[in-house]
């Protein structure tokens, strides 16, 4: 009589409870999540025919000692390079509304993390937040860009170095804006795309397409 073992599909299950089981990919990325629990509650859409992810999210802020925004991210291990083409929906109530490309320790509202962000007025700025709890500090914890209205952008990982590239149009070849060492991003990180409204009662969307993930 042939009999068949339960032990593989025990270890399936032991995985999935140790580690998390995701049947609901969206695009490249695993999760899509607030951060901070702002007060109007974030999603996100993915069109697999276009390969185009639209954010919505509200939050008070990316600064001082904590986060509020809404986050697709993935888990990744290591060094990587992420870059999408991005613009805003809509125009929008607050000038300092942001979207880009975060890496962050953990989903802790006050987690260290560095930011490839683009403003709703344009400005685009690398920024950071050294430590866990920490306050960022303008202008100590912020690169600027040298022009605004960046379409494109790319975060680079190499060890504890960020690279932050930008372009200003899908035509334009990236240029480096800005690059920081942040030791205290740990080598296992959250790393994906954002959008935050800068105003609690407000929710703000956004469109990321051309992505590219190594």
């Known amino acids: 009589m042939k009999t068949h073992s339960i032990f593989p599909k025990f270890v399936a299950v032991l995985v999935c409870l140790l580690y998390g089981c995701n049947d609901n990919k ?6 899509s999540q607030d951060i901070g629990n702002p007060v109007l509650k974030g999603e996100t859409h993915y069109d ?3 390969e185009t992810y639209t954010l919505k999210g509200a939050g008070y802020n990316i600064w001082f000692a904590r986060d509020e925004f809404h986050y697709l991210f993935k888990e990744v291990h290591g060094d990587f390079k992420l870059r999408a083409q991005m613009d805003f929906v809509g125009e929008g109530k607050d000038p300092h509304r942001k979207i880009g490309i975060m ?9 260290a993390h560095i930011t490839a962000t683009v403003h709703g007025d344009g400005l685009t700025v690398l920024q950071w937040r050294e430590q866990k709890g920490m306050e960022m500090r303008d202008p100590e914890d912020e690169i600027f860009a040298p022009e605004s209205h960046y379409q494109v952008l790319e975060l680079e990982r190499k060890g504890n170095e960020f690279v932050m590239r930008g ?16 030791p205290d991003v740990p080598s296992d990180a959250l790393v994906g795309i954002f959008i935050c409204s800068h105003d609690a009662d407000t929710l703000e969307e956004a469109r990321f397409f051309n992505l590219a993930m190594e």
């Open 26 to 31: 969206i695009g490249i990325f695993d999760h």
């Open 48 to 50: 697999p025919e276009t």
């Open 103 to 111: 890496c962050r320790e953990s989903r802790d509202e006050d987690a």
């Open 167 to 182: 372009a200003r149009s899908e035509n334009d070849p990236l240029v480096t804006i800005g690059a920081h060492t942040l």
